[in-house]
């Protein structure tokens, strides 16, 4: 029997293409949300980045989007701390999330997105999936759990994509791999496939810009 959860197989050549030529279409940034209320209209085809604090949220959409500057990338755990929305031609909206998990800042300012994450995971109409970021050395811990309960509790698609790819050896990534797929499957929110990528080499870029593409 296939294993559950099996990484997605290489797109085909139509759909790699797809992926090419949307993300070789205009990429902006559109604005930093800090209250669901500042959120822009709901008409367009919307994915998000979740994931730890550091985990390559910001580094994989700078990838994707092959702009290094387009989303503040930073070695200081914590350094996206609004709800960024970047435009994707005119039809989607690519979303890069705070991190969670990040104890070291003041309580306060924590819970203060910390809640706006949560709320926007759970209430966004158009959030068409969210890509949840999961560190390839790490593996799923009790905080991704919570994210990912929550998203099967609001009925948000999810699907995790493995980071940092070139910093595992190929023969350790097999636990990862197996650790990750026995969390997924508690989760019914779980999409069924992993991408594994490495935003520093590139591997899983082309195979996500064309599972955007093709998301319909
Ligand atoms: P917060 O906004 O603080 O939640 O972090 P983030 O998830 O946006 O992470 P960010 O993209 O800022 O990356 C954190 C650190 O990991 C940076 O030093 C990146 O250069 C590094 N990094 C991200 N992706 C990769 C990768 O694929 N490989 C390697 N080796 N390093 C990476
Ligand atoms: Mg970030």
Same mark, same amino acid.
């Given at each position: 029997m296939e294993l559950p959860f099996p990484l997605v197989a290489d797109p085909d050549p139509a759909s790699i293409e797809a992926g090419r030529l949307l993300f070789a279409q205009q990429t902006?940034? !559109?604005?930093?949300?800090?209250?669901?209320?500042? !959120?822009?209209?709901?008409? =367009?085809?919307?994915?998000?980045?979740?994931?730890?604090?550091?985990?390559?949220?910001?580094?994989?959409?700078?990838?994707?989007?092959? =702009?290094?500057? !387009?989303?503040? +990338?930073?070695?200081?755990?914590? =350094?996206? @701390?609004?709800?960024?929305?970047?435009?994707?031609?005119?039809?989607?909206?690519?979303?890069d999330l705070p991190g969670y998990g990040y104890a070291n800042a003041p309580v306060a300012v924590v819970e203060k997105w910390q809640r706006l994450l949560k709320q926007y995971l759970s209430g966004r109409q158009t959030l068409r999936r969210a890509f949840v970021l999961i560190d390839m050395r790490h593996?799923?811990?009790?905080?991704?759990?919570?994210?990912?309960?929550?998203?099967?509790?609001? +009925?948000?698609?999810? @699907?995790?994509?493995?980071?940092?790819?070139?910093?595992?050896?190929?023969?350790?990534?097999?636990?990862? !791999?197996?650790?990750? =797929?026995?969390?997924?499957?508690?989760?019914?929110?779980?999409?069924?496939e992993i991408v594994m990528t490495s935003s520093e080499k590139g591997d899983g870029i082309a195979t996500l810009r064309s599972i955007i593409a093709t998301m319909g």
């Amino acid at each position: 029997m296939e294993l559950p959860f099996p990484l997605v197989a290489d797109p085909d050549p139509a759909s790699i293409e797809a992926g090419r030529l949307l993300f070789a279409q205009q990429t902006d940034f !559109l604005k930093g949300v800090v209250a669901m209320s500042g !959120l822009p209209p709901a008409d =367009r085809i919307e994915v998000c980045f979740a994931g730890r604090s550091n985990v390559g949220k910001s580094s994989l959409i700078n990838a994707l989007t092959g =702009r290094k500057g !387009l989303a503040r +990338a930073s070695n200081t755990p914590g =350094r996206t @701390q609004e709800i960024n929305f970047f435009t994707l031609a005119d039809s989607h909206y690519l979303v890069d999330l705070p991190g969670y998990g990040y104890a070291n800042a003041p309580v306060a300012v924590v819970e203060k997105w910390q809640r706006l994450l949560k709320q926007y995971l759970s209430g966004r109409q158009t959030l068409r999936r969210a890509f949840v970021l999961i560190d390839m050395r790490h593996g799923i811990k009790p905080v991704d759990n919570e994210i990912l309960s929550l998203l099967d509790g609001a +009925a948000v698609t999810f @699907q995790v994509v493995l980071t940092k790819a070139d910093k595992v050896k190929q023969s350790d990534r097999e636990a990862t !791999l197996a650790q990750v =797929r026995k969390a997924l499957s508690t989760h019914p929110a779980a999409f069924p496939e992993i991408v594994m990528t490495s935003s520093e080499k590139g591997d899983g870029i082309a195979t996500l810009r064309s599972i955007i593409a093709t998301m319909g």
